[in-house]
């Protein structure tokens, strides 16, 4: 997979930001969308999103497949969800590594799940059948946690490598994420980049988060999506694209929503990192030759 400076920088698609985003749009921007707000066959959120997609690349990002549940997939949700890639081409498709639903109930989280040769299976079976679905490759995103599982015998690094090498997917990897998971269970957050496959990264996300204490009065950090990116995370960012050279980056920002220009301005931060970087990646490359 081929990448440069002309990755884009993108944030989530809110129609309260319709015409300024038509009115001003974004430098090679994209915008994201979640899969499940577009499952109806028409109306107000398809004519919204029709006229984004005419001027931008988009990716569909589900949030309620339950990837990592141990029940079969739901099959109409994850006919709608092909459906929806199918008519609008989107530029990245991704969904969590995560579970959602179980006996027919769904909740309104992204639980975690034990990392066991059982989970994998599962893990990878309902890959293959979302890839099989929409006919091309999908990105899986690593989770933000705040318990871990006794049973699991791998660590999550682990078991992520091992679910690209069997299923071909790409990697969505959110940097908020590993901050938030890597304070909470007080490892290192660049540790856990280490132990990705980053050659297989297709994808970055940057959020805010909250700050709570916990039973103990400990610090606990909550994947939040409602304030800007915190300092670490963007330095966490920026060592990241030094390393390993521009990636499609999005912003996510789903509550407490500012005006359209204090995203806009987000977004073009991470993409000022992504030029600034490529011409010198480009020149250590020279050399190294």
């Keep these: 997979m081929m990448h440069g ?9 809110k129609h309260e930001h319709l015409a300024a985003i038509l009115a001003d749009g974004l430098k090679d921007g994209f915008f994201e969308i979640h899969a499940e707000n577009y499952m109806g066959a028409g109306g107000p959120p398809h004519r919204a999103l029709a006229a984004i997609r005419e001027a931008y690349p988009i990716s569909v990002h589900g949030v309620c497949m339950s990837i990592g549940g141990p029940n079969p997939l739901n099959v109409a949700h994850l ?6 890639v199918m008519r609008y081409e989107p530029m990245l498709v991704s969904e969590h590594l995560a579970w959602s639903s179980h006996g027919g109930a769904f909740f309104n989280d992204l639980l975690p799940l034990p990392y066991t040769k059982a989970t994998l299976d599962n893990v990878c079976e309902h ?24 049973s699991s015998i791998m660590s999550e690094t682990e078991f992520i ?4 090498q069997r299923t071909g997917c ?11 998971s890597a304070t909470n269970h007080s490892f290192s957050a660049q540790a856990y980049l280490d132990g990705l496959p980053l050659e297989h990264m297709g994808e970055i996300h940057l959020a805010g988060h909250g700050e709570q204490r ?4 400990e610090l606990l950090l909550i994947d939040s999506h409602d304030c800007a990116i915190s300092d670490p995370v963007w330095n966490l960012y920026r060592n990241l694209i030094a390393r390993i050279g521009p990636r499609p980056t999005l912003l996510e920002w789903d509550s407490n ?6 995203l806009r301005t987000q977004a073009l931060a991470a993409w000022q990192i992504m ?4 011409p010198m990646l480009l020149a250590e490359a020279s050399r190294a030759a």
């Design 275 to 278: 030029t600034v970087q490529e």
């Design 214 to 217: 916990d039973d103990e009065d």
């Design 170 to 180: 790409g990697l969505l990897l959110d940097i908020n994420n590993v901050f938030v």
């Design 79 to 84: 006919r709608r969800f092909r459906d929806l």
């Design 127 to 150: 890959i293959d059948q979302v890839q099989e679905a929409i006919k091309r490759p999908m990105l899986l995103e690593n989770p933000s946690t705040y318990v871990a599982f006794a």
């Design 5 to 13: 400076a002309q990755e884009p920088a993108g944030t989530s698609f």
């Design 257 to 262: 929503l500012p005006a359209r220009p204090e």
């Design 161 to 164: 490598r091992a679910v690209v």
